[in-house]
C-alpha cells in the first residue's frame, strides 16, 4: 500500500531550473523522513537531500547545499526538490525514498525502505 510517485524530472540547459516532486502515499509521513537520491549510468546512487516531516529539517550534500532546496507541502503529502543553477554532472536519475524517523538526520540509503521509481534529470553542456 505505500507508494511514492515521484515526477518532474526533464531536460534542461546548463545553468536553468528543475523541481521534481514526490508523492507518497500509505505512510504514516509524521514519522517518516523523506530522502531524494540520484544515480548516474555507471555510477553508485548518491544522497542529494533529505527532509524530516515532522519539524521540516533538512540536509543536504555538500556539492548540492546553495543550489537545490527541499521543503514539504502538507497539505498534498508531497516532497519537492527545487534544483537551481544545475550543471551536466547533476544528470542522473533523481529517486525518492522513505524512511523511519528512528535517528539523526543522514546520508545512508540502507535506512530508507520505500522508494519512488525515478524521473530522469538531463543538463546539457
Known amino acids: 500500500q505505500v507508494q511514492l510517485v515521484d515526477t518532474g524530472g526533464g531536460l534542461v540547459q546548463t545553468g536553468g531550473s528543475l523541481r521534481v516532486s514526490c508523492l507518497a502515499s500509505?505512510?504514516?509521513?509524521?514519522?517518516?523522513?523523506i530522502g531524494w537520491f540520484r544515480q548516474a549510468p555507471g555510477k553508485e546512487r548518491e544522497f542529494v537531500a533529505a527532509i524530516k516531516w515532522s519539524t521540516g529539517t533538512t540536509l543536504y550534500a555538500d556539492s548540492e547545499k546553495g543550489r537545490f532546496t527541499i521543503t514539504r507541502d502538507n497539505a498534498r503529502n508531497t516532497v519537492l526538490l527545487q534544483m537551481n543553477n544545475l550543471k551536466p554532472e547533476d544528470t542522473a536519475v533523481y529517486y525518492c525514498a522513505s524512511r523511519l524517523n528512528l535517528g539523526p538526520m543522514q546520508t545512508q540509503e540502507y535506512d530508507y525502505a520505500y522508494w519512488g521509481q525515478g524521473t530522469q534529470v538531463t543538463v546539457s553542456s
Open positions: 500509505g505512510l504514516t509521513l509524521c514519522v517518516h523522513v
